[in-house]
Nanobody, 129 residues
């Protein structure tokens, strides 16, 4: 059973936009830091974006982005719905990959793949004319 489910991928032309969504499945991640990673054919899975948890007495909505997506991608979350989103604008062919959402057991945002304990099944994003 996959604890997170990502959706929203598809085929888009260069310069286009997509919005990925990630929802919990079968368990709650209400106070977890969350992130997006991607993996293209023949390459290692790489960090894309991360967001910390902010709520109650804890305030850490810190966001991190890979240099390759800064200024084009935006990560956000809706704590009430336990959703995390990745808005992707100005997409390039090199953004083509399977995108995975992930959650940690902690509240602090992190760019380190091994810090993430729960993973979704991935959604394909293809940027091509």
């Amino acid at each position: 059973q996959v604890p997170l489910q990502a959706c929203g991928g598809g085929l888009v032309q260069p310069g286009g936009s997509l919005r990925l969504s990630c929802a919990p499945y079968g368990r709650t991640f209400s106070s977890a830091a969350k992130g997006w990673f991607r993996q293209s054919l023949g390459k290692e899975r790489e960090f894309v974006a991360a967001i910390g948890w902010s709520g109650g007495t804890w305030s850490d909505g810190t966001t991190y982005y890979a240099d390759s997506v800064k200024g084009r991608f935006t990560i956000s979350r809706d704590n009430a719905k336990e959703m995390v989103y990745l808005q992707m604008n100005s997409l390039k062919p090199e953004d083509t990959a399977v995108y995975f959402c992930a959650a940690t057991k902690g509240v602090r945002a992190t760019m380190v793949l091994s810090d993430y304990d729960y993973w979704g099944q991935g959604t394909q994003v293809t940027v091509s004319s």
